[in-house]
């Protein structure tokens, strides 16, 4: 788990979902990830949308879940 953000269960929809999306060949860029992960956490009430995760919370992610590659098309 990346910090007090996202439980360890809503990071793991949230690979779930990046996952489901790229075997559909719909792959993200980092950019992406972190505008889906900030959406995610703004529907559970833990973000308010005029503050957007960063870098630095996807570099936490990225450690965590090395399933999740970044790759370039």
């Known amino acids: 788990m ?6 360890q269960e809503e ?3 949230l690979v779930k979902h990046i996952k ?3 075997d559909l060949c719909h792959g ?3 950019t992406e990830v972190f ?3 900030t959406d995610y956490a703004i529907h ?3 973000r308010t949308a005029d503050k957007s995760l960063s870098v630095k919370w ?3 992610f ?3 879940w090395p399933e999740i590659r970044v790759v370039k098309p």
């Not at 990346?2 to 439980?7: C, E, Q, S």
Request: hydrophobic share 40%.
């Open 2 to 7: 990346t910090g007090a953000l996202l439980t």
């Open 11 to 13: 990071e793991v929809k």
């Open 20 to 22: 489901y999306l790229a």
């Open 28 to 30: 993200f860029t980092i």
């Open 35 to 37: 505008s889906k992960a």
């Open 44 to 46: 559970l009430g833990k």
């Open 58 to 60: 996807f570099k936490g």
């Open 62 to 64: 990225d450690k965590c």
